[in-house]
């Protein structure tokens, strides 16, 4: 793990900084043009992107000469660190953000609570928020049991409450899972007149794992980052999970457990056809083996818009 900060402080004295904040955190600056995408990702995720081990918004950035802020956490911090507060107060104090045209806020999870709770010190941005938690504050989300362990965490102070965070932001586009009751629970706290709900059903609980596999979140902030991002645009955008192989397969069980069979069938089928993949052609035979006959005049085409 040292090695890869070497590198990083290296690659940061290159393109503009790279510093330590307190224990946990540290900020990652490449310095270019009026454009700025700013992202918060954690160590772990950076160091599995393969090969360059750089950040997500690095890689977006780097091609385009856009100017690039990262924000990295070590652990499951939620960025809940006076030193992160800090550092983001300095900025505001600099003007930093009021340098560039384009400000766009990025972060998924626990990672998209910090993009929302912070993205307050740029009015005016876009923020893209996957799977973002609202709080861990007991008193607004003790329903959520997945993060027990880190409700001792402050958030009641500064930078806390993520959603009255976006107040200032010209559009907040929210991606979940609605069937993932916890991330659908929190979405519903950011409900404001600037955000706009992408639902992804039935994506299961790594949202954001199958959207970087499929290569939408890239497309996603390079979009953002031209200013041109838009419900139509990521729509477009997410047709890709229809080649994703673990997507359909999911949607195969979920379609076959509800007892639809016949639909599961025609999915299979269709999957088969256009990936030309004979273990979906095995399974499309399978279920439709299984599959009740329906009347002629229900059969539609419907079941393209599922995949």
């Known amino acids: 793990e040292e090695e890869w900060f070497a590198r990083m402080e290296r690659l940061g004295r290159r393109e503009g900084f790279f510093t330590r904040l307190g224990r946990d955190h540290c900020a990652f600056f490449a310095d270019r043009e009026s454009t700025?995408?700013?992202?918060?990702?954690?160590?772990?995720?950076?160091?599995?992107?393969?090969?360059?081990?750089?950040?997500?918004?690095?890689?977006v950035c780097e091609n385009r000469d856009w100017s690039h802020l990262c924000l990295m956490a070590q652990g499951p911090t939620w960025y809940r660190d006076p030193a992160v507060y800090e550092f983001i107060d300095g900025l505001?104090?600099?003007?930093?953000?009021?340098?560039?045209?384009?400000?766009?806020?990025?972060?998924?999870g626990m990672a998209g609570y910090a993009a929302a709770a912070f993205s307050v010190a740029a009015p005016g941005a876009t923020v893209i928020l996957v799977q973002p938690q609202a709080t861990l504050d007991p008193a607004f989300a003790g329903w959520d049991t997945r993060?027990?362990?880190?409700?001792?965490?402050?958030?009641?102070?500064?930078?806390?409450?993520?959603?009255?965070?976006?107040?200032?932001a010209a559009q907040v586009y929210l991606i979940h899972d609605p069937l993932q009751t916890f991330d659908a629970m929190h979405a519903a706290l950011f409900r404001r007149p600037q955000t706009t709900y992408l639902p992804c059903?039935?994506?299961?609980?790594?949202?954001?794992?199958?959207?970087?596999?499929?290569?939408?979140?890239?497309?996603?902030?390079?979009?953002?980052?031209?200013?041109?991002?838009?419900?139509?645009i990521f729509w477009t955008f997410?047709?890709?999970?229809?080649?994703?192989?673990?997507?359909?397969?999911?949607?195969?069980?979920?379609?076959?457990?509800?007892?639809?069979?016949?639909?599961?069938?025609?999915?299979?089928g269709n999957a088969g056809q256009r990936l030309n993949d004979?273990?979906?052609?095995?399974?499309?035979?399978?279920?439709?083996?299984?599959a009740k006959p329906a009347p002629a005049d229900?059969?539609?085409d419907q079941t393209a818009g599922q995949t």
């Open 147 to 168: 993060f027990t362990d880190h409700r001792r965490l402050n958030f009641t102070d500064r930078y806390g409450y993520a959603p009255d965070m976006t107040d200032g």
């Open 92 to 108: 505001v104090d600099d003007a930093f953000f009021d340098a560039y045209d384009q400000v766009v806020f990025f972060g998924a």
């Open 298 to 300: 229900t059969l539609t």
């Open 238 to 268: 997410y047709r890709a999970r229809r080649n994703h192989v673990p997507y359909l397969r999911r949607l195969l069980n979920r379609l076959d457990s509800a007892g639809q069979s016949r639909r599961a069938a025609m999915v299979a």
């Open 36 to 59: 700025l995408i700013v992202t918060f990702e954690t160590v772990d995720s950076i160091r599995r992107r393969q090969p360059d081990e750089v950040p997500l918004g690095f890689s």
């Open 201 to 232: 059903r039935g994506m299961g609980p790594d949202l954001c794992g199958t959207l970087m596999a499929t290569h939408v979140l890239p497309s996603v902030l390079s979009a953002a980052g031209t200013g041109a991002f838009d419900p139509h």
């Open 278 to 290: 004979e273990r979906f052609r095995a399974r499309a035979k399978e279920l439709s083996g299984r």
